[in-house]
């Protein structure tokens, strides 16, 4: 926590931008997360900011507010993305600061579009004022925008996969039961997760045996809707219209993937009239994977058209380990609680995944441990 007046590092201000950036979380989609933090000529602690929310001012305009021409005599502005060149929404940030007598902007990322990149880098140094690409951290900095990077650089939603085990790597016990694994501090950051990503997905299993409601019961978020995918090639749940997602979310907001064999009706929920089966959701139609289950890449790539940035998978044991089996998954995040719960007696949270040399070993990159009561949160890059 840095007061005003305390001297930070260069690493310590571009730490504090990444902090920033990452309040940003659930609220700036499509836009990338951002944060900013200015220091005064002698290195001191002036103010920090950050991208709120979509359409709004950018950080480091956040950052600004309050300040000065005095103020930033001589400052130098960290941020962790080059700040943009080109008006949108919002005004161009890199204009915004070369009308200022700042000394220095060091910026973590290259603008990624490679169109443009630089030119917010360049519309500051022809102003006289110097600019730094900040040469650390990098696998850090661009995990704090890696939703907008992947959405950007692929075209496509990016996926997280999230699971509670046990020490042994048991989701639940054979016999279905699985309430709970980890504490509540865990099940609320899988819910602060879970508002965080524009869809929940839930295979059809969890859905029929669980009956969850899937919203997402977080203070941070007392507005926001999420959206629901159900993984299920016959349409099943279809079936049951007293389920509490469907109770519980409008059914524009629910899809349910289908084989493309099935003669559901395609199309928006909300053309359908009456809430029978077929006005409960919104039906997405694909092919079979030839391993099994559903095709996952056809599956995203018509959640991408449809304008879906970020896909949180909740399980079961199928759904997460066909996402990592057909390669599909880029982020792992596992709540891990101190129990036993046997692997005689246990349901493997990884049972559809199979390695078949040690070389083909899946690890996890830039990988991170959060304690969260007498729980571990381990995170990391899968794909
Ligand atoms: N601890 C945890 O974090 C956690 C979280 C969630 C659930 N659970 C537990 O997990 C258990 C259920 O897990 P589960 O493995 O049996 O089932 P699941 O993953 O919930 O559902 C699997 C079903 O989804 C359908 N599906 C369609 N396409 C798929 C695809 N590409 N990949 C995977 N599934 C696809 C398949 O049914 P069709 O063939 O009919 O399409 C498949 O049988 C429950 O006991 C639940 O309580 C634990």
Redesign the pocket.
Known sequence: MSVLGEHLTDDQAMNLAMLEAEKGAGFVSPNPMVGCVILDSHGRFLSKGYHKIFGGPHAEINALEGLSLEQLESARVFVTLEPCAHEGKTPSCAKALARLPLKEVIYGLVDPNPLVAGSGANIISEAGIKTTLYNKNHENLEEVCEHFLMNFRSQRPFVSV????SLDGQ??LKT?E?KW?TGEVSRQKSRYLRAIHDVTV??????L??DPQLNIRHDNFPEKENKILI????G?CLKFPGLRIFETHRPENIFV?VSDSMNHAEGPAENKTERDSSSLAQVLKVQR?PQG??N?NELLRKLWKLGVKSVFV???????S?FIEQKEAHRLYLFQAPILLGANSG?P?S??VSIKKMSDRISLKNPKIQRLESDLLITGRLF
């Open positions: 999230k699971i509670a085990s989701l639940g279905g699985s694994i839930v295979g059809k299993n969890t859905l045996m669980d993984l299920d090639s016959t099943e993937a994977h289950g559903l996952l909740e399980g079961g044991a199928q759904a997460v066909s349901k949270w049972e559809g």
